[in-house]
Each structure stands twice: as C-alpha cells, then as structure tokens.
C-alpha cells in the first residue's frame, strides 16, 4: 500500500485558500471597501477558509482509498490554515508597507471615531493625534493575531470536520 503524504494537500489547498482570500481582499482594496470590516466580509473570508478545509481533506481521504483519521484532518486541517495564515500575513506586510502606507493610521482614525461614538468615556478626552501616537507601537500585533486566530479557527473547524468525515471503523 503506498503511504500517501498530507503535506502535499496542506500546501497545494493551502496556497489555492490563500490565493482566493488575497484575490476577495485585493478586490475589496481596488473597490474602496477594504476598511469595511462588516459581517459579510468576515463570513466569507471564514467561509474561504473552511471551505480550503473540507476539500483538502476530503480529496486527502478520495486518494486514501476513503480512509482518514480525525488526527489526519485536523493535522490537515492546521497545516492548511498555517498556509492560509502565512498567505495573509505577506498580503497584510504588503498592503501597509507598499501599497497604501498609511493604511494603519486610517484603521486607526476609524477605531478612534467609532470608540469615540460608541464609548466616548474610555478615550478620556484623548484627541485622535494622541490616540493614534499611542496606539501605533501596538499595530505590529496584527501579524501574529492573524497567525494565531486563522490556526485556532482552523484547528476548531479541523476537530469538528473530523468528527463527521472520518472513516468508521470496519468490523
């Protein structure tokens, strides 16, 4: 029986997720919208991922003679969402750094105007030069909360995928 290596479906359904949530990110940065973090951007960006997911997993299992563990999709799982992490990562280095680099100080205006709408009290009578100078030592966070949310989503999503495509076993 030929081993069959997980790594292969982790990078090549990795890269196509990666790719696809880039192109969804790239068209909401050339229409404008990429500020607008709405819940509809937010589930299809999930959706993209789970669904790199499932069908590497699934095609991981098609080519194990319908065989997979729920070790085997969770392993694939995480491996894919660490693709998907990296991806994005590289895509958020290169928007704020070439293509727009002011991005973070608008996310900041944004933040300071909503906060300040919605609890005016926690800003303390801070003026918004003063919030943005005092938020921009913390904005180099956004890489690894990009890397540990899409893991954690991804190993959740990989541990309750498992429990319905895993391969019964035979008696």
Do not use: W
Not at 42 to 50: A, G, M, S, V, Y
Not at 77 to 102: C, R
Not at 135 to 160: A, D, Q
Request: glycine share 6%.
């Amino acid at each position: 029986m030929i081993e069959i290596s997980s790594k292969e479906y982790m990078v090549n359904y990795g890269l196509f997720s990666g790719i696809t949530l880039i192109s969804f990110s790239l068209m909401l940065f050339f229409l404008d919208a990429h500020y607008e973090q709405d819940t509809f951007v937010q589930i299809t960006n999930t959706l993209i991922q789970f669904a790199g997911i499932t069908l590497g997993c699934l095609a991981f299992k098609k080519a194990n003679d319908s065989k997979i563990t729920a070790a085997e999709v969770r392993k694939i799982g995480t491996g894919i969402s660490l693709v998907i992490a990296l991806l994005g990562i590289s895509y958020t280095a290169i928007l704020t750094n070439v293509m727009e680099p002011d991005y973070m100080d608008k996310v900041l205006e944004i933040s300071y105007n909503q906060t300040m709408e919605d609890y005016p009290e926690a800003l303390q009578g801070m003026d918004l030069n003063t919030f943005i100078e005092n938020s921009k030592p913390f904005t180099f966070l956004t890489y690894p909360v990009i890397l540990i949310f899409t893991l954690l989503f991804g190993f959740i999503y990989s541990v309750v995928l498992g429990l319905f495509i895993k391969t019964k076993k035979q008696l």
